[in-house]
């Protein structure tokens, strides 16, 4: 699975449309403090199915929304959409008809995130599943965050032990489980 596309209108300081393209091989973001890229992984990390705001540096989820600047009034909603090239066939079975994922999550203020597969409505879980299994094998995709190296060395054995079962891939397994036993 690749991410090809990243859409985003109205998250935090992306308030016009904007669209990147992720062309294989190395891509930098580079630009000066406090221009958003931080920003951009957030997004990329919040379409993905965080359900942290902490972990968005907001106080609560409806922050991620454009709150306004110098002559822009606030919006009330925003939306990432990423692109994902399936043609390698890794996402779940119930995905896994097409060769183009199109991953979406909307916010509005006061109604929480909705999330849409290739224009089908599905859970936040179905969408954390797709890329807790994504994330197993060697070639597959992580993310470090900005000061996570140092989280992760000052962590207690029982987070730093997330971390390694994430990267052993049986993170997915674990949430499997708990929804299975919430049933
Ligand atoms: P650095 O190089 O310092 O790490 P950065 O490029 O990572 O900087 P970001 O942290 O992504 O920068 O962007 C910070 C900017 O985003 C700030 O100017 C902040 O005001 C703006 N911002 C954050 N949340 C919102 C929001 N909800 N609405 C509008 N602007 C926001
Ligand atoms: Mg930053």
Same mark, same amino acid.
């Given at each position: 699975?690749?991410?090809? #596309? =990243?859409?985003?209108?109205?998250?935090?300081?992306?308030?016009?449309?904007? /669209?990147?393209?992720?062309?294989?091989?190395?891509? %930098?973001?580079? %630009?000066?403090?406090?221009?958003?890229?931080?920003? =951009?992984?957030?997004?990329?990390?919040? *379409?993905?199915?965080? @359900?942290?705001?902490?972990?968005? $540096?907001?106080?609560?989820?409806?922050?991620?929304?454009?709150?306004?600047?110098?002559?822009?009034?606030? #919006?009330?909603?925003?939306? *990432?959409?990423? *692109?994902? !090239?399936?043609? !390698?066939?890794?996402?779940?079975?119930?995905?896994? !008809?097409?060769?183009?994922?199109?991953?979406?999550?909307?916010? /509005? $203020?006061?109604?929480?995130?909705?999330?849409?597969?290739?224009? $089908?409505?599905?859970?936040? +879980?179905?969408?954390?599943?797709?890329?807790? !299994?994504?994330?197993?094998?060697?070639?597959?995709? @992580?993310?470090? $965050?900005?000061?996570?190296?140092?989280?992760?060395?000052?962590?207690?054995? +029982?987070?730093?032990?997330? *971390? =390694?079962?994430? @990267?052993?891939?049986? @993170?997915?397994?674990?949430? +499997? #489980?708990? /929804?299975?036993?919430?049933?």
């Amino acid at each position: 699975m690749k991410l090809t #596309r =990243l859409r985003i209108v109205g998250f935090k300081s992306f308030v016009d449309p904007s /669209e990147i393209h992720i062309d294989p091989g190395l891509t %930098g973001i580079v %630009g000066p403090n406090g221009c958003g890229k931080s920003n =951009l992984l957030e997004s990329l990390r919040w *379409v993905m199915g965080e @359900a942290s705001h902490k972990s968005m $540096r907001a106080s609560s989820m409806d922050d991620v929304i454009f709150s306004g600047s110098a002559g822009r009034p606030a #919006r009330n909603s925003a939306e *990432v959409s990423l *692109v994902i !090239d399936n043609s !390698d066939r890794r996402a779940p079975a119930q995905f896994n !008809d097409a060769d183009i994922l199109e991953v979406s999550r909307r916010i /509005e $203020r006061e109604t929480g995130s909705v999330y849409k597969i290739n224009g $089908r409505e599905v859970r936040a +879980r179905d969408v954390q599943l797709l890329f807790a !299994d994504a994330s197993t094998g060697a070639h597959s995709a @992580a993310m470090v $965050r900005q000061g996570e190296i140092g989280e992760l060395i000052a962590a207690k054995p +029982r987070d730093r032990r997330r *971390v =390694l079962e994430e @990267a052993a891939g049986i @993170a997915g397994l674990h949430s +499997r #489980r708990h /929804e299975a036993e919430l049933r």
